[in-house]
C-alpha cells in the first residue's frame, strides 16, 4: 500500500499536464502533520501549485471533509467538489496528496484540497469522546469528534449563508453552537421542531471557522439531522415557573437550560415581538417571541409566558418565548409617577446614577417633542426633551405628535443597558414606552415659527437670494455684452457719419473754391486767347489774374490736405489747438494766443472751422502784411463768442482791398465759413499801423453736428 499513493500521484499528474507540454516527474515532497501549518505559511506567498504528500490517521470525517492526525496535531482536508467520497474510514491510517488552495475572503488563510490519497492500513473505527458541555472550551477537544448533551434553546437560519442552520445546545453552566447543512426548508422545519427538547450530539468539535461564516469561537459541526438524539421532547408538562429573584443564581448559573414560565400582565409593548410583564408577585420581567411571531397581545391582557430564562446583573427575561392569553386583567391599573428624567438619571449632586428600580413603572413625562426616529424598528419613535434632556419614546402603531408641539406623556419605563462580557452590565439610559393612545395628551400645539420652520425658510429665503443674485449677476452680464455690442454699432455708425460728414464737408469746400476758381481760371484763359491778338495788355491782365486764381485754389487744397492731416482737433484746450495750427505758417513771426473758451462747448465742426479762419487771417497777416508779433485774443460769454487777430504789420485800406477779381479768395473765404455760423467778420487797418479782425458769432441752442451743418 506504501507503494501506491507514488503511484496515484504520478497517475494524477499525468492527467493533469496532458494538455501541455511535457514535464519530468517529480514525487511531491512528504511533510509531517505537525510540520504542514508551517511548510503551507511559508510556501503561501509563493505564486506556485506545487503539491506535498502527508500521512496520519483518519480521525473525523464530516461529509466531504475529513481530520488528519499524527504527533499530536492534526489537519483539515477537503475533498474537492464533484469527486467521490474516498472510502476511508476513522481509524484508518491514510496518505494524501494535497495542494493549497488560498482563501477567496482572508487571503492570508488558506484550505488544504485533497488530490490524491491511498488507504496505508485500515483500523478500528473511533469512537466519540463523551464530554459535558461546558468542557468543551478547554481546548482539549478541539478536531474531535464528541458527544455531549444539553437543550436545544434557540435555532436560526445563517443569515450569511442560507446553506447552514444553527442551533444553540445550552446545559446549566455553558452554551455552545452546533452548525449543519440544511438547504431544504424541510430541514429548518425538522431543527426548529427540536426547541426545548433534550438531546445528545455527535459531531467534530472545531474552534472558528474558515467558511463564509466567520466564527471565532469553538463550535461543533454535525454531519446531518441524524447526529441529534432526542432524550426529551418538549412538553409542556415539564415547565417550571420562574423562580423568586432571591433564588435566580447571580453568577455561578447564568442560564437555565429548559423553558420556564409565567403569569402576569403585559405592561408595555415595543417592536411588535418584546414586552414587559409584571408578574403576579410584582415583579417586571421582559419577554421576547419566538422568530415570525407577531401576536403579542395588546398591554393589559393578562397571559402565560413559555420561555428560556435569561438574566444579568440587574434584569431578567424570556427570550424564545410563546404566549398564551388568560383574559384581561382585573387588577386596577398602576397610578403614573409624574417626574422628571433627571430623576431617573442622576442623585441629587447632579451625578449620573441611573436607578433600575424604575424599570417597568409607569411614568409619566412633559416635554417638547424635538425630532421623529426612523431608525429604530417597530413602528414611530420620538424625542422628548424635558429639563434638558432627551428621551427616546416608542410609539409603535399609537399616533405620533406634532414635533415642536408640547405633550404629556405616559408609559413604561424601560432601562437600557449593554452586557460587557459575561459578568459586567453597564445601565445606558432609559426609554418611555406608552400604551394607549390616551397616554399621549397634547397639550400646546406648535408655534407658526419653531425652530424647524425658521430653519426652511431661512433656507428657502437664501435659496431665493442666492437665485436672485445669480440672476442678477448673469443679467448683467448679458446687458454688459448688448451695451458692448450696441456701443460698438454706436462706434461704428458714429465713425461711419462722422466720414461721411467729412467728405460733405471737403466736397462743398472744393465746389465753393476751388471748383469755382478753377472754372473762372478757364473762363479768363478763353478770354486770354481772344485778346491775345488784339489786345495785348488787357490779355496780360487777364492771364496775371488767372495766374493768382490757380495759386488760390493751390494754397486751398493744401487747406484741404491741411485739415486732413492736422490733429489740433484732438486737444481739449483751444489755445493749444490754435497753436498747433497757426505754428507751420508763422515764418518767424512771435504768435500770442489768449482765449476764454472751454472746448467742450465747440463742436467739431465750429471748432474746425475757427481753426481754418484764423490760420487763414494768421497767414494773410504773415505774408501780405509782414507782420513780426501777431496776437489773437478772445472770450465765450454766454453763448457769445468773440476773438480778435491783430499784427503790426504794414497794414492796408479795407475799401481798396483786393478781392475774388484779383485772384485773392482768403477774406471771401472766412466771410462764407462765417455766414454758415450765422457770424460775421469786422476789419479795422490803416497803410503803416497794422490790422486788426474781429469774428463775433453766437452759437447754436443744439451743440451738435447735425444742428451747425
Not at 437555565?256 to 414587559?276: C, E, K, Q, Y
Not at 409607569?362 to 425630532?371: A, N, Q, R, S
Not at 462580557?421 to 415659527?449: M, W
Request: a positive charge.
Amino acid at each position: 500500500m506504501r507503494i501506491l499513493a507514488p503511484i496515484l500521484f504520478v497517475f494524477f499528474c499525468v492527467l493533469k499536464g496532458a494538455a501541455g507540454a511535457a514535464q519530468p516527474e517529480v514525487s511531491p515532497p512528504y511533510v509531517p502533520v505537525d510540520k504542514v501549518e508551517d511548510y503551507v505559511t511559508a510556501r503561501l506567498n509563493e505564486a506556485s501549485d506545487d503539491l506535498f504528500a502527508t500521512e496520519g490517521t483518519v480521525y473525523a470525517m464530516v461529509k466531504d471533509r475529513i481530520v488528519l492526525s499524527a504527533n499530536d496535531a492534526s489537519i483539515y482536508i477537503l475533498n474537492p467538489p464533484g469527486h467521490t467520497t474516498p472510502d476511508w474510514r476513522s481509524g484508518d491510517r491514510a496518505r494524501v496528496v494535497c495542494s493549497v488552495a488560498r482563501d477567496t475572503v482572508l487571503t492570508d488563510d488558506y484550505r488544504l484540497i485533497c488530490r490524491a490519497y491511498s488507504v496505508v492500513k485500515r483500523g478500528e473505527p473511533l469512537e466519540p469522546v463523551k464530554v459535558d458541555l461546558e468542557n468543551i472550551g478547554s481546548g482539549a477537544m478541539d478536531m474531535r469528534v464528541v458527544r455531549t448533551e444539553g437543550v436545544i434553546t434557540d435555532v436560526f437560519r445563517d443569515e450569511v449563508d442560507p446553506h447552514f442552520i444553527y442551533l444553540i445546545l445550552s446545559s446549566m453552566k455553558s452554551d455552545i453552537t452546533l452548525t449543519m447543512r440544511g438547504e431544504s426548508e424541510e430541514a429548518y422545519k425538522r431543527a426548529y421542531a427540536l426547541l426545548d427538547a433534550a438531546v445528545s450530539v455527535r459531531g467534530l468539535c472545531i474552534l472558528g471557522s474558515r467558511g463564509v461564516r466567520r466564527y471565532q469561537g469553538r463550535h461543533i459541526e454535525l454531519a446531518g439531522l441524524d447526529r441529534i438524539h432526542v432524550l426529551q421532547a418538549p412538553s409542556p408538562a415539564t415547565l417550571r415557573p420562574v423562580p423568586p429573584a432571591r433564588e435566580i443564581p447571580r453568577i455561578q448559573l447564568r442560564r437555565f437550560p429548559h423553558r420556564m414560565s409565567l403569569r402576569g400582565t403585559i405592561v408595555a409593548v415595543w417592536n411588535r415581538i418584546d414586552a414587559l410583564v409584571k408578574t403576579e408577585d410584582g415583579r417586571y420581567l421582559r419577554f421576547h417571541l419566538t422568530r415570525g411571531a407577531t401576536n403579542m397581545p395588546a398591554p393589559g391582557t393578562r397571559v402565560e409566558v413559555h420561555g428560556f430564562l435569561r438574566f444579568n446583573s440587574f434584569f431578567a427575561g424570556l427570550f424564545n418565548s410563546e404566549v398564551r392569553v388568560l383574559g384581561p386583567s382585573t387588577k386596577p391599573p398602576e397610578m403614573p409617577m409624574v417626574l422628571s428624567p433627571r430623576q431617573i438619571l442622576y442623585d441629587r449632586a447632579g451625578r449620573v446614577r441611573i436607578d433600575p428600580l424604575y424599570d417597568g413603572h409607569i411614568v409619566t413625562l412633559e416635554g417638547t417633542i424635538k425630532d421623529m426616529v426612523n431608525t429604530l424598528p417597530g413602528g414611530a419613535s420620538c424625542i422628548i426633551e424635558q429639563d434638558d434632556e432627551r428621551i427616546t419614546v416608542r410609539l409603535g402603531d399609537l399616533p405620533v405628535p406634532v414635533v415642536g408641539s408640547k405633550v404629556r406623556l405616559t408609559g413604561a419605563c424601560r432601562i437600557l443597558f449593554e452586557e460587557y462580557g459575561k459578568y459586567l452590565t453597564r445601565l445606558k439610559g432609559f426609554e418611555l414606552v406608552p400604551r394607549y393612545p390616551s397616554d399621549i395628551v397634547v397639550v400646546a400645539n406648535p408655534p407658526l415659527l419653531n425652530a424647524r420652520r425658521l430653519k426652511f425658510i431661512l433656507a428657502v429665503l437664501l435659496a431665493v437670494a442666492i437665485a436672485i443674485v445669480v440672476w442678477n449677476i448673469s443679467l448683467r452680464h448679458l446687458a454688459e455684452r448688448r451695451g458692448q455690442a450696441l456701443m460698438r454699432e454706436q462706434f461704428a455708425r458714429t465713425a461711419s457719419e462722422v466720414k461721411a460728414d467729412e467728405r460733405t464737408r471737403l466736397a462743398v469746400e472744393l465746389h465753393d473754391s476751388v471748383a469755382q476758381n478753377i472754372t473762372a481760371v478757364a473762363l479768363l484763359l478763353e478770354t486770354v486767347g481772344r485778346l491775345v491778338d488784339a489786345n495785348p495788355a488787357a490779355a496780360k491782365n487777364q492771364l496775371a489774374a488767372a495766374t493768382q486764381m490757380l495759386r488760390g485754389c493751390q494754397h486751398e487744397i493744401r487747406a484741404c490736405i491741411w485739415d486732413l492731416r492736422n490733429l489740433a482737433l484732438e486737444e481739449d484746450n483751444l489755445s493749444v489747438a490754435v497753436n498747433r495750427a497757426v505754428e507751420p505758417n508763422l515764418e518767424g513771426a512771435h504768435l500770442s494766443v489768449s482765449l476764454d473758451v472751454p472746448r467742450a462747448m465747440l463742436t467739431d465742426n465750429l471748432t474746425h472751422a475757427l481753426l481754418r479762419i484764423i490760420r487763414e487771417l494768421t497767414l494773410n497777416a504773415v505774408r501780405h502784411g509782414k507782420a513780426k508779433n501777431i496776437s489773437i485774443k478772445g472770450a465765450l460769454k454766454k453763448r457769445h463768442l468773440t476773438f480778435t487777430i491783430a499784427d503790426d504789420g504794414v497794414g492796408f485800406v479795407p475799401a481798396k482791398a483786393p478781392g475774388i477779381a484779383q485772384g485773392h479768395f482768403g477774406l471771401q473765404g472766412v466771410r462764407e465759413r462765417l455766414r454758415h455760423f450765422n457770424g460775421h467778420l469786422t476789419v479795422k487797418s490803416s497803410p503803416g499801423k497794422g490790422t486788426q479782425m474781429t469774428v463775433d458769432l453766437d452759437l447754436p441752442e443744439s451743440n451738435s453736428n447735425e444742428g451747425l451743418v
